[in-house]
């Protein structure tokens, strides 16, 4: 069992206020730190929640944990934009139950990038058409995830993705990216 001890301060301030407050990179210490904070929540009752997000976004498995715990979090979850929500960061949003933007915030979806790309791999024809597999089987799940959030069609998602622009909140509340602009 591990302990649950990896909130500072400021985090378990928040948490006390049923906020919790994603920021920067969507990394496995952000993961740790939702997973953890939930677990406390839970055993208090899940309490209605409000998730402040601010992060560019990052690697698309930890995302998609952090999208999952979320979904799974027997509570209500207000998700609110505050600054910005990029790529994985915005699949995060969708998890909530009422998504919220504040007015000079934006919101990006984009067709997903792999980072740590060996050259070898690029070189190898078996190792490069698996990762051409393994993007798309992902690129798949995030278009699945927001046509049923937002109600637009698979084509118009990736439509949208293939500009790879931020949105403003009208934008993204006309899109169906959110629910409400604060």
């Not at 995060?92 to 934006?106: E, G, N, W, Y």
């Amino acid at each position: 069992m591990w302990k649950h001890d990896n909130l500072d301060e400021v985090q378990l301030g928040l948490l006390k206020k049923n906020i919790l407050a994603i920021g920067g990179e969507i990394d496995p210490p952000n993961a740790i730190y939702v997973r953890e904070a939930l677990l406390r929540l839970t055993a208090a009752g899940s309490p209605e929640i409000t998730i402040n997000i601010t992060s560019d976004g990052g690697e698309v498995d930890i995302g998609l944990a952090i999208y999952d715990m979320i979904r799974c979090y027997q509570g209500k979850t207000v998700g609110i934009v505050l600054g910005y929500a990029r790529s994985m960061a915005a699949i995060i949003l969708q998890a909530c139950t009422m998504r919220k933007v504040s007015t000079h915030s934006d919101i990006l979806i984009h067709h997903i990038a792999r980072r740590k790309v060996q050259l070898d791999d690029l070189r190898s024809k078996k190792k490069s058409n698996e990762l051409l597999e393994g993007l798309e089987k992902s690129q798949a799940h995030l278009d699945l995830i927001l046509s049923r959030r937002t109600g637009k069609s698979i084509a118009m998602v990736k439509r949208v993705c293939k500009r790879n622009k931020d949105m403003t909140a009208k934008e993204a509340l006309a899109f169906g990216l959110v629910d409400e602009i604060i």
